[in-house]
T-cell receptor
Framework: QKEVEQNSGPLSVPEGAIASLNCTYS??????FFWYRQYSGKSPELIMF????GDKEDGRFTAQLNKASQYVSLLIRDSQPSDSATYLC????????????FGTGTQLKVEL | DTGVSQNPRHKITKRGQNVTFRCDPI?????LYWYRQTLGQGPEFLTY????????KSRLLSDRFSAERPKGSFSTLEIQRTEQGDSAMYLC??????????????FGPGTRLLVL
C-alpha cells in the first residue's frame, strides 16, 4: 500500500524562526507532491506543489524534494502566529490515477 | 472565480437516514474529487470524475455511497442508511487536468456530517 508519513507533532517554533516540516513517501516513482495548510475546522488550502528534485521558493515558503531519498519538506521562514495550523503533505503516486494520498499532517504552533 | 462551493456546510442526521451533499467546482475545472476526513487524519480519497464520467472509486466507498456528476458540472454524493461511522468531513476538490500527474486540486469548505 502506498503511504505518506508525517510526524504528527506538535512542532513548536518561536515567532520569526524557521519551521521545518518533513514528509516521506513509499513509492520511489511518485511524480507530484503538494503541501496544504489546514486550520482547525477548515478545509485544506494549497500552499505549494513541487514536481522536480531540488528547491522551489514562494515567498516565505520553500518546498524541497529529494526523490532518491523519498522525502519532501516544507520550510517556513519568519514564522508568524498565523502560520499555526496543521500542514498536510500529499502525493500523487504513479499508477494511482490522479488522486491525492495524504499524510496525517503535522501540527505547527508558532509561539510569541 | 468563486472557488469550490459545497452545500450544506453542516448536516446532523439520525442513523439510518439518507443524506445528499452537493459540490460546485471551479467553473473551468473538468475534474472533481470527493474525499472524507476524520479527526486527526488526512483526507482519504473516495471517488473522482472527469467531466461526467466517474473514473475511479475507492474501496472505502461502500454500496451505501453513490456519487454523480450528471452534466459534468456540479456533483452530488449520497449516503444511504447512514451509520455513526459515516460521521466525518466530506470534502470536494476540483482541478483542471493538464499534464499527467501535474494538476493542483482546490478544496471546497467541506460538509461536516454528524450521524446520531
Amino acid at each position: 500500500q502506498k503511504e505518506v508519513e508525517q510526524n504528527s507533532g506538535p512542532l513548536s517554533v518561536p515567532e520569526g524562526a524557521i519551521a521545518s516540516l518533513n514528509c516521506t513517501y513509499s513509492d520511489r516513482g511518485s511524480q507530484s507532491f503538494f503541501w496544504y495548510r489546514q486550520y482547525s475546522g477548515k478545509s485544506p488550502e494549497l500552499i505549494m506543489f513541487i514536481y522536480s528534485n531540488g528547491d522551489k521558493e514562494d515567498g516565505r515558503f520553500t518546498a524541497q524534494l529529494n526523490k532518491a531519498s523519498q522525502y519532501v519538506s516544507l520550510l517556513i521562514r519568519d514564522s508568524q502566529p498565523s502560520d499555526s495550523a496543521t500542514y498536510l503533505c500529499a502525493v500523487i503516486f504513479t499508477g494511482g490515477g490522479n488522486k491525492l494520498t495524504f499524510g496525517t499532517g503535522t501540527q505547527l504552533k508558532v509561539e510569541l | 472565480d468563486t472557488g469550490v462551493s459545497q452545500n450544506p456546510r453542516h448536516k446532523i442526521t439520525k442513523r439510518g437516514q439518507n443524506v445528499t451533499f452537493r459540490c460546485d467546482p471551479i467553473s473551468e475545472h473538468n475534474r472533481l474529487y470527493w474525499y472524507r476526513q476524520t479527526l486527526g487524519q488526512g483526507p482519504e480519497f473516495l471517488t473522482y470524475f472527469q467531466n461526467e464520467a466517474q473514473l475511479e472509486k475507492s474501496r472505502l466507498l461502500s454500496d451505501r455511497f453513490s456519487a454523480e456528476r450528471p452534466k459534468g458540472s456540479f456533483s452530488t454524493l449520497e449516503i444511504q442508511r447512514t451509520e455513526q461511522g459515516d460521521s466525518a468531513m466530506y470534502l470536494c476538490a476540483s482541478s483542471l487536468a493538464t499534464l499527467p500527474y501535474q494538476e493542483t486540486q482546490y478544496f471546497g469548505p467541506g460538509t461536516r456530517l454528524l450521524v446520531l
